[in-house]
């Protein structure tokens, strides 16, 4: 059993930036592929990004490519979003979710295992 736990979402102008954390309990993070994902009010979930066990493989959506980052600290069993220029469009709970070894990097949310809470993240003037 994997605990996720995000932080770091808050209410940011348009144009700021914000990283968000996700935390993981457990010894095998390391092991583990990690995503973020966000949901608007009324939409669905969506993919934002992920990473392989190791960070060497990342990919991320279209619409966040170029503005934000996925990264990975093993030793703290943390996983990072670093969000810059963002837009009022990126207003959303902010998901992490976390699977065990794959064979491509996970783009699904049925291809997870495991979630965290959500953290909320609202881009206003």
């Known amino acids: 059993q994997v605990r996720l736990v995000e932080s770091g979402g808050g209410l940011v102008q348009p144009g700021g930036s914000l990283r968000l954390s996700c935390t993981a309990s457990?010894?095998?993070?390391?092991?583990?592929?990690m995503g973020w994902f966000r949901q608007a009010p009324g939409q669905e979930r969506k993919f934002q990004a992920t990473?392989?066990?190791?960070?060497?493989?990342?990919a991320y959506a279209d619409s966040v490519k170029g503005r934000f980052t996925i990264s990975r600290d093993n030793a703290k069993n943390t996983v990072y979003l670093q969000m810059n220029n963002l837009k009022p469009e990126d207003t959303a709970v902010y998901y992490c979710?976390?699977?065990?070894?794959?064979?491509?990097?996970?783009?699904?949310?049925?291809?997870?295992?495991?979630w965290g809470q959500g953290t909320q993240v609202t881009v206003s003037s």
């Open positions: 979710a976390a699977r065990s070894a794959y064979n491509r990097l996970p783009a699904r949310q049925e291809e997870y295992d495991y």
């Open positions: 457990g010894r095998t993070f390391s092991s583990y592929y």
């Open positions: 990473i392989d066990w190791s960070g060497g493989r990342i």
